[in-house]
Structures are given as structure tokens and as C-alpha cells.
């Protein structure tokens, strides 16, 4: 079973690049913003516990975050493997997700982070702030914060994966096709 961390700071190109994992290696995609957004609006009962974090302005505990990915996992039985976007967002989620993975008898392949130097991602993330109108693409000091707080955040991740060799950063300069065929190389064809 392939089962792909995919990390990279805003701007990267993840949902592009996850698109492309996805249809050439037949993941299931496994977004843990869409997760919630889908239990919260269909009031499922892991659905109202997080919102009722939510509501007050709480982050949602791991223990449920990791429920609700849970259930997700074990709708896909057959699945080749998992695509994980936006989770792990730190070590405890990540040992976390790695003992829940133990227990199905699979594991986290590898990490796959799309490394883009922040000068770019600025250009990339205004550029896309002028076509889509998304306010936050828009705001420099905004897009400044964002990266910085990316970078926070999963610099340990980065260390944890990287202890267990299933770290590959990849240049996420160049066509969407050449930064596609880095991460099939690693990947495996």
C-alpha cells in the first residue's frame, strides 16, 4: 500500500501535484479540512464533537482528528493507498497516524514536501490572489505570515520523517509536468 504525506507551503502546488499522485497511482485523497467540513455539515457524531471545539474557537483535539481520519481509512478497505493532505500537522499526529497505520498492517510510505523558495511563492500565491480573488492570496503581509507559520509548523515533522529515512524533499521550481516527474521518481514508477 502507497500511502504519501504531501506537505509544501502555500503556493507549493500540492493540489495540482496531488491531482496528479492521485489519478497515476489511484490514492485516495484524504484531506482533513474537507473531512471535517463534510462530518460538521451532515452532523455526524464526530462532526458535532468537533464542532463543538470549532464553535468556540478551539483547535480540534488530535484524539478526534485522528477518530475522524479513522473512519475515513476504513470507508476505503480496497484503497492502493492514501494521499494525506493537511495531516500530520505535527509529531503527535504523525505517531499518531503511524500507530493507526500499524494496526491496519500498513505504514506511511514517505513524506513528499514541495520546497519553493519564498520569493516565488509570493509571485505564485499573488498571481493566484488576482485570478481567484481569494483575499489572502492577495495580502503580502498575509502570504508572509502564512509561509512563516508553515515553515513552524512542520520543520519537526520534516525532522521526524527524516529519522525514519521517508523524508524527500523535491524542487517545486519548474512545469507542473517536471516537478510531476521529480515525484514520480521518487515515487517509483
Not at 40 to 69: M, Q
Amino acid at each position: 500500500m502507497l500511502n504519501i504525506v504531501l506537505f509544501g507551503p502555500p503556493g507549493a502546488g500540492k493540489g495540482t501535484q496531488s491531482e496528479n499522485i492521485i489519478k497515476k497511482y489511484g490514492l485516495v485523497h484524504l484531506s482533513t479540512g474537507d473531512i471535517f467540513r463534510y462530518n460538521i455539515k451532515n452532523s455526524t457524531p464526530l462532526g458535532n464533537l468537533a464542532k463543538s471545539y470549532t464553535d468556540k474557537g478551539d483547535l480540534v483535539p488530535d484524539e478526534v482528528t485522528i477518530r475522524l481520519l479513522e473512519s475515513e481509512v476504513n470507508k476505503h478497505a480496497q484503497a492502493k493507498g492514501f494521499i494525506f493532505d493537511g495531516f500530520p500537522r505535527t509529531s503527535a499526529q504523525a505517531e499518531a497516524l503511524d500507530l493507526f497505520l500499524e494496526s491496519k498492517g500498513t505504514a506511511i510510505t514517505m513524506m513528499v514536501a514541495l520546497e519553493v523558495p519564498e520569493k516565488e511563492l509570493i509571485k505564485r500565491l499573488v498571481g493566484r490572489g488576482k485570478e481567484s480573488g481569494r483575499a489572502d492570496d492577495q495580502d503580502e503581509s498575509i502570504i508572509h505570515n502564512r509561509i512563516k507559520e508553515y515553515n513552524q509548523k512542520t520543520a519537526p515533522l520534516k525532522e521526524f520523517y527524516s529519522n525514519q529515512n521517508k523524508f524527500r524533499g523535491i524542487d517545486g521550481i519548474g512545469t507542473i509536468e517536471e516537478i510531476f516527474s521529480r515525484i514520480c521518481n521518487e515515487v517509483g514508477n
